[in-house]
């Protein structure tokens, strides 16, 4: 399984930004995705998730009702719609697939198996 993110660059503080992640080599449909960041020194960080058919989210509380993850099970792409960004938000974001969890998805980044090259999101203030 291969994940291709794209959409990062430089916003200033309250912009938007949406990222997309291609997934290849697998089937989508089986898979939960999520988002993760990891800004310099510090941890890699969960950021949103969904599940295999979209019906379950879950968010970081430092991104509730500010970005959105949705998915495309058509065209295997998982999108992380980003608003009122904030200088904090600044990070490597990585997308993440989970293999074989149903009806939910995981905050865990050890329960994901395959994981993208990342996307550099930076946030002026």
């Known amino acids: 399984i291969q994940l291709i993110e794209s959409g990062g660059g430089l916003v200033q503080a309250g912009d938007s930004l949406r990222l997309s992640c291609a997934a290849s080599g697998g089937r989508f449909t089986l898979y939960a995705m999520g988002w993760f960041r990891q800004a310099p020194g510090k941890e890699r960080d969960f950021v949103a998730a969904i599940s295999r058919s979209g019906g379950y989210t879950t968010y970081a509380e430092s991104v509730k009702g500010r970005f959105t993850i949705a998915r495309d099970n058509g065209n295997a792409m998982v999108y992380l719609q980003m608003n009122s960004l904030k200088p904090a938000d600044a990070a490597v974001y990585y997308c993440?697939?989970?293999?074989?969890?149903?009806?939910?998805?995981?905050?865990?980044?050890?329960?994901?198996?395959?994981w993208g090259q990342g996307t550099q999101v930076t946030v002026s203030s």
């Open positions: 993440a697939a989970d293999v074989g969890r149903s009806a939910s998805a995981s905050a865990g980044s050890a329960d994901y198996d395959y």
